[in-house]
Every structure is written in structure tokens, then in C-alpha cells.
């Protein structure tokens, strides 16, 4: 039995890197966006969170490198990729993982405070735990204000997108009754 999962893990695996490498960009993209929901999902971290997140950090590009050495989509430092068992942070499975559970993480640390969270994802939590809010950084503080940008125009994107389906659901419902 142990056999068995071991085989469709590998397999698995096997599928998610074919799919990185052969498959076009736009492809890549939505793999990735399907990683970010599903281990959003799994770590109760809220996608648009993690979309917005993407968004600033590697503006979807797998293989993003900073200047500082951060890796892939989530752009994640090798310390950090170590500490939530990314071993390969060009992956964009492990990457976005990764990043989730590092954002999971921060959130229970700083109690559900996004701008907290955000920013202590930019900067490490050493800083902004000392701290908190009385963190005086330009980078850091525009960091937090464009990702809280996105992440709230994603939240009314999906509040209008749930509302455009709910009527859709009503009026397919009064068609058949």
C-alpha cells in the first residue's frame, strides 16, 4: 500500500513538472493561480492575500530573482524556503507552499493584522514583531499600501463575480421551475 502512494506522489510530480516546462506561459499561470487557491485554502490564508502577494512580489513570473536572492512567485529567501521545507523554490508547487505557510504563519504571529502580516512578509517578522506598526520604512510602508491595493480590488472583484453568478443561479431557477 505504502508502495501505491509512493507511485502517485512520483507520478504526480512527474505531472506538475512537465506541465512547468512544456506547456506555454499562459498555462503556467494558471497552474499557478490554482496552487495559490488550493494551498491558500488549506492554510485558511485568504487567496486574494496570496494573489496580491504574487502580484507585487514576481508579477507572476516562476522564475523571478531579487537582488537579495529571493526565488520564483512568492519570492522566497533561502532561509525562509528551508524553514517551511521548500526544497526547490523554482517549483512553482513548493514556491507557492512555501509562501503560503510562511503567510499562515505570520498571520497567527501578529494575530490576523493584515498590514502586519505584509509587511513583515516583505521584511522579515523580526523587525515588525519589535516593533509593530511603529516600523518606519518608505519601501515597507508602500510595500504594504500596493499589496493592500490589490488585495482589496481582488476582494471586490470576487464579491462582484459571486453576486453576477447568485443572480445567475436566481434566473436559471425562475426559468425552470
Known amino acids: 500500500m505504502r508502495w501505491i502512494g509512493w507511485a502517485c506522489g512520483l507520478l504526480l510530480s ?3 513538472a512537465a506541465a512547468q516546462v512544456s506547456r506555454p506561459t499562459a498555462n503556467v499561470r494558471v497552474l499557478s493561480a490554482r496552487w495559490a ?34 526565488v520564483g512567485l512568492m519570492q522566497l529567501m533561502p532561509e525562509t524556503a528551508a524553514r517551511f521545507g521548500v526544497r526547490n523554490r523554482y517549483r512553482l508547487d513548493e514556491n507557492i507552499r512555501g509562501g503560503v505557510a510562511y503567510l499562515a504563519w505570520l498571520n497567527r504571529l501578529f494575530g490576523g493584522d493584515l498590514r502586519l502580516v505584509t509587511a513583515a512578509y516583505c521584511v522579515g517578522e523580526t523587525p515588525i514583531y519589535c516593533r509593530q506598526l511603529d516600523y518606519s520604512s518608505p519601501d515597507v510602508h508602500a510595500y504594504v499600501s500596493r499589496v493592500a491595493k490589490r488585495y482589496r480590488a481582488r476582494c471586490r472583484h470576487n464579491v462582484h463575480v459571486g453576486l453576477v453568478a ?12
Request: no cysteine.
Open 37 to 70: 487557491v488550493y494551498y491558500a485554502t488549506a492554510y485558511r490564508v485568504p487567496v486574494e492575500l496570496v494573489e496580491a502577494i504574487i502580484d507585487e512580489e514576481s508579477a507572476w513570473n516562476p522564475y523571478a530573482v531579487s537582488k537579495k536572492g529571493a
Open 166 to 177: 447568485e443572480a445567475d443561479q436566481r434566473e436559471v431557477g425562475d426559468e425552470h421551475p
Open 14 to 16: 512527474m505531472q506538475v
